[in-house]
């Protein structure tokens, strides 16, 4: 009988809790100019992006994730044409941006080529839409692109790594100021905000700095089981459109594994101690 390699990967949230995967494969572990990447091969997840020793993404439950990202903005917003993600080199995020018709321009800014080299390499299923005509690929500072934009995109997602490393700036108050001047006067940002049992400080920041720059702030939730505790976050920025506000007949059909109609909705009932962080 085959044996199965005994190579198992530990991602800790705190010096006593960690996830824990049992590795198949590695098919990259390098330094990178910005970060420690690895690109593994489990036989619960499928293939996996870790990036300092983080789990990013991974074949079977990205969808989750990638669809909460993009369609709760894009329902939320009329008709959006102009679209940035910032981060997100795996192309989940835009995969899922390309699914709405309106789109004519969706511009990607990944710190990290390697990223997106290593994930069109061995994550195809996710990062196929990087090639789309559509799509502007520019490997660069998500904060300097912000930065000089101006009035430009109808909805800025940010599709970033914990604040650490590159992505520290993704996460201040001047870096929400940067994406309200970029987005143009009905527009809506999303971010993705870490989990509420470990980093319920960070969420409860992210919220106190965005609700100062967009009148319309909220925070929805969805369920990602390689993402430490399980339960994510995204908070959302709007200067106009409430996502809570969505005419029914705007719900046009996509096809999705996580998102609905219904869900859009359902995603923004939060339990009390994760609403609390909103207040
Ligand atoms: N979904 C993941 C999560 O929440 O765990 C994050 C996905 S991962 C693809 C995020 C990407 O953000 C990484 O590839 C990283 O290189 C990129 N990134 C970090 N800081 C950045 C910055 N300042 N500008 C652009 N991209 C950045």
Redesign the pocket.
Known sequence: MEQKLKLWFTEHQTEDYGITFRVNHVYESEQTE??RLEMVETDEFGTMLL?DG????TDRDEFV?HEMVAHVPLFTHPNPKSVLV?????GGVIREVLKHPSVEKAVL????GK?IEYSKKYLPNIAGGLDDARVEVIVG???MHIAEAVNEYDVIMV???EPVG??V??FTKGFYSGISKALKEDGIFVA?SDNPWFTPDLIRDVQRDVKEIFPITKLYIANVPT?PSGLWTFTIGSKKHDPLAVAPERFHEIETKYYTPELHTAAFALPKFVKDLTI
């Open positions: 910005f970060q990036l983080m789990v990013m993404t994730y910032v981060g997100g080199g795996d800014v990944e710190i990290d990223v500072d998500g904060f599709d970033s790594t590159p992505a700036n993704l993705q993402y």
